[in-house]
């Protein structure tokens, strides 16, 4: 008998995408996946939220701009219901004002579809283990959006937060993963996870990027 290790579940991804041969190409490429598993995929918003009630998706991979409900409707209709299910957009939309809907409704991820599908895969990946990315083009604007917050907004209390929770949201606001915030506070990776879950209820947000949006508002810190 082996004494190694059960392998991991594969990560069980719904793909929505309303034009067909690119929806089919990525079908194509994850299959080829060991870790990744998809479960579903459809063409519109609508079907996005319905086949993740259905068949509970540990991440959904959208497009934002969709016939009948977009992507971003979609992300907050599913998040609502299901919290813990992470969302990836991945889009030919480079507007800013869909970057930050996005992260407002929710999405863990945002990238656009000039992104190589090893980026695509590494997305959905890190993305699962609890990480927020962005296509390099975008942080870069959000970056900006930040500084543009931070100046514009005086500081206020945090309200309810524990001396530890705000050392959490600090590392947040930083991008930092859970195993650099777990070693850099000498915590365990279950304890990060659970001072971000608190967190975000706390503060009534919906992700770890809207908590980086919130620390650098409130100047918890200096990103000039």
């Not at 971000?196 to 503060?203: C, G, H, P, Q, S």
């Amino acid at each position: 008998m082996s004494g190694g290790s059960e392998p991991a579940e594969p990560i069980r991804v719904l793909v929505v995408d309303d034009h067909e041969l690119y929806r089919r190409g990525l079908l194509i490429v994850l299959a080829q996946e060991p870790d990744i598993e998809v479960i579903g995929e459809t063409g519109s918003g609508d079907g996005a939220v319905a086949l993740a009630a259905d068949l509970g998706p540990d991440l959904v991979l959208m497009d934002v701009r969709m016939p009948r409900s977009d992507g971003i409707a979609a992300c907050r209709t599913i998040k609502a219901a299901s919290p813990t299910t992470k969302i990836v957009m991945l889009t030919a939309s480079e507007d800013e004002a869909d970057l930050y809907e996005a992260i407002k409704a929710g999405a863990s991820g945002y990238l656009l579809k000039e992104s190589s599908i090893e980026e695509v895969v590494a997305a959905i990946r890190a993305t699962h283990e609890g990480q927020a990315l962005l296509n390099p083009t975008m942080a870069a604007k959000l970056l900006a959006e930040f500084v543009t917050m931070a100046r514009r907004n005086e500081a206020s209390r945090v309200p309810r937060l524990t001396v530890r929770e705000v050392d959490v949201l600090k590392l947040l606001a930083w991008a930092r993963t859970n195993r650099e915030i777990a070693d850099a506070l000498f915590i365990s990776e279950h304890t990060v996870k659970s001072h971000v879950a608190n967190i975000l209820e706390k503060l009534q947000l919906h992700s770890r990027l809207e908590a980086a949006m919130y620390a650098v508002r409130e100047k918890l810190v200096d990103i000039d």
